[in-house]
Structures are given as structure tokens and as C-alpha cells.
């Protein structure tokens, strides 16, 4: 209970942050999230406002406020902060949609989507956008991929190939603090 009275004050100035109810305005906001320190009170409000953003998504979902490509873009990338496989693929039908509209940017944020919501069942992902820090040895690891995609599923979803996948965790390790 006493961790709970301490979490309290947290939630309120957490809920006063992603005071942006438009999915513009929240998806605005989630992308300041990377502004934010590495305490844990500010690694505790980042995710309290992420939380907040998905369930939002979800109201504007239900009452019928998504309706516009760019609006279900920006939908489909705020589901992707949820830890609930069942939001991402929310996320990968949203996005999909779009692209089957002809936006190809809802190919790449559609595999991503996919990915995480296969990491979050503990499957391997498909097409390699999923990365995993270790704290033990403090670097960067591209998460199990499954073998059997090739590179050309992952550019027919315009995502890069494997091995620039491989790549990028070296640069994710020469950027780590």
C-alpha cells in the first residue's frame, strides 16, 4: 500500500503530461518521451503516459475518431508501446489498412508491429525490427529472428535486410551509454 501512495502522485502528474487528447497531439508527446531521463521516477512516468496514450487510442477507436489513414498511422504507431500482444496486432491490421489504401508507410510500421507482438508471445520475430538490451553486459542484441523470412519479404515491407539489421546493433552499441 505504501508503494502504491508513492506511485499516486506519479500517475497524476503522469496523466497531466499526455494532457494531448488528439491522436496529433499524443503521438506528438510520445515522441518527447525520449527527452526524458534514466531515473526511475522518469522511466515510471514515461510508461504511465505510454499506458495512458494506448488506452486513449482505444476510447478514440470505440467511439469512431479514427478514421482519416494519417489518423490510424498515428493509431497504429502509439499501439506500439503496448506490452499486450492483442494491441499490436490492432496495430499491424491498422496499419495494414492503410497500406492496402496505398500508403506505403504502413508496410514498415505493419512489421513492426508484427515483430513486437511476436516478441511479447516469446515467438521469434519476422522481419528483424526488435532490438533487446541486456543489462548484465550492458549492449544491444537483435532479438531471434525467425530464419525461414527472406530479404525480400522484408523489403516488400520496406524494412531492411538482415544483415542491416545485424548492423544496426553495432550502432546501437557505439551509442549506448
Not at 127 to 147: A, N
Request: glycine content about 6%; charged content about 25%.
Amino acid at each position: 500500500m505504501r508503494s502504491m501512495q508513492k506511485l499516486l502522485p506519479l500517475f497524476f502528474l503522469c496523466a497531466a503530461c499526455t494532457s494531448s487528447t488528439s491522436l496529433k497531439g499524443m503521438y506528438s508527446d510520445s515522441r518527447s518521451d525520449a527527452q526524458l531521463g534514466d531515473s526511475p521516477d522518469d522511466m515510471l512516468e514515461a510508461a504511465l503516459a505510454r499506458r495512458e496514450r494506448v488506452e486513449r487510442v482505444h476510447v478514440l477507436l470505440a467511439e469512431g475518431q479514427v478514421v482519416t489513414d494519417e489518423d490510424k498511422l498515428r493509431a497504429a504507431a502509439l499501439l506500439l508501446d503496448s506490452n499486450f500482444p492483442e494491441d499490436l496486432d490492432l496495430a499491424t491490421d491498422l496499419a495494414l489498412e492503410v497500406a492496402e489504401a496505398g500508403d506505403e508507410r504502413g508496410f514498415p510500421l505493419a512489421g513492426e508491429a508484427i515483430d513486437r507482438g511476436r516478441m511479447l508471445r516469446g515467438l521469434p520475430q519476422k522481419y528483424g525490427t526488435q532490438y533487446v538490451w541486456s543489462p548484465i553486459s550492458e549492449k544491444w542484441t537483435l532479438y531471434p529472428w525467425d530464419e525461414l523470412t527472406t530479404d525480400a519479404e522484408r523489403a516488400a515491407m520496406g524494412l531492411p535486410s538482415l544483415p542491416s539489421a545485424v548492423a544496426r546493433v553495432g550502432q546501437l552499441n557505439q551509442e549506448a551509454p
